[in-house]
């Protein structure tokens, strides 16, 4: 379940990741911003492969250091498709 953003559970949950300014966001926090709030499993070295094959959300980069924001974040989360696949289900046999 996603957090409203204008809850007070919301504020508290970002403060909990790390986050004191969404506008620079580490690729850290925004793997804990998309796992925890977003409910979309991603880690930070998945982050890093999306930047270099240029599928993830939008960055900035400082330097060396990558950076995000909540909105850019949000934005990409909004076009992920996420599929649950039940192997309990039987597949179709082929003759």
């Known amino acids: ?3 409203d953003k204008s809850a007070p559970q919301f504020e508290k949950a970002i403060q909990k990741i790390g986050i004191t300014n969404p506008e620079s966001i580490t690729t850290k926090q925004a793997s804990a911003y998309l796992t925890q ?24 980069r400082v330097g060396r250091r990558c950076y995000y924001t909540i909105a850019w974040l949000d934005k990409w989360a909004a076009g992920i498709e996420i599929k649950i696949f039940d192997h309990t289900i039987p597949t179709k046999q082929t003759a």
Not at 37 to 60: D, E, H, Q
């Open 1 to 3: 379940m996603e957090l």
């Open 37 to 60: 709030i977003k409910n979309i499993p991603t880690a930070p070295s998945s982050l890093s492969v999306y930047r270099c094959i240029s599928r993830g959300p939008t960055f900035k």
